[in-house]
């Protein structure tokens, strides 16, 4: 027995026959409930083939077939199918039958295994005697008496399901069956349900599954509400941590933007870098004595004990801002310097001004 059938047997009812003095019982599972089997006395048979109908007509029309064929409208319908042949057993229950038995219930043919193989059989049941007519593995014809069918009631059955009556005159030998655990028929979810589980299990599974369900949901959600709340604390941790930082970084910001603000106005060739840069090329011996500043132009005047003008213009060679230089001798050994100051050096000066 692998682990599904094990399972099944788990859920498998208890059944018992209904009005049956000798209290016979098929023992199930400790979670399948009772079910009630009423006998095939007790039921009328029917059955519909509907294989001319596709998959989803059928179930509608067997409910109308179900209304077309009971015998009064109290009575119960039973529903089990083989391929699109559908079979009815319908039970007109007593009144001082339990609301249990009337709510799950199971004919007693439908538990009686079927044939190997096609023909006529005749059934020993607890109560009486079903004749059972099987083609192409279908039961394709029924009939119950009390007592032993005599010739001619067996021969009325023979000919109502077809039968040839010269082939099967004789009644045949009376078979005694065990309930099977399952229906040879297909049947419903619902007849399958109540099938399984009686009410009150079926409520409490229901109850447990609801429960068990909705406690994980709220399970869910209250993680996902501390996990928010842990989030928003971290997040509100590492602002106050961070906040200093970006105080810092913009203040940071603003003084680099003011330095570069206060460098743009300081032009690469102001008084003061020029004048430098003249005094540290004169000769050694030189003093600056005048110093003069024009667009475009810088004269310069200096006393020197250097009396030769080409080392002044050798000192500034190379400078790329003083290099273009122009040197007179002045009387009392003194020398003016005239440089030319370049293009984007004026441009600068222009800027500033």
Known sequence: ????????ALFLPTRRLVNDDQGRVSRGGPFGGQQWVVG???????????QALSAG???QAARLAAVRHRPVPSALAFMAWTGGVVHFWFWDVPDEIGTDARQRWIPESLLLPPPATDGVRLLKLAHGYEAQFWQKGMLAGSQWWE?????ESWLRFVRSSGLDPTALQDVPDTVSLSWSDQPWGETSWLQRLGGLFDEKAAWLLLAVMFAAG????LSSLLRWQLAADQLSTRV?????????????????EQAQGELERLQALRTPNDDYVLMAGVI?????????LTWRREAGKLQVSVHSGETDPRAFVVAFEGDPRLSDVAVTPMTGGGMQLVFELSTATAAGEEAHG
Request: glycine share 6%; charged share 30%; proline share 5%.
């Open 1 to 8: 027995m692998n682990l599904w059938n094990k399972l099944a």
């Open 40 to 50: 095939r006395g007790n039921c009328q048979y029917r059955r519909e083939d509907l």
């Open 57 to 59: 007509k059928r179930l």
């Open 147 to 151: 007592h032993i069918p005599t010739s």
């Open 214 to 217: 909705l406690g994980w949901q």
């Open 236 to 252: 509100e941790r590492m602002r106050t941590e961070v906040a200093p930082l970006l105080a810092a970084r913009e203040q940071a």
């Open 280 to 288: 540290a090329r004169l000769p050694e011996g030189s003093t600056l």
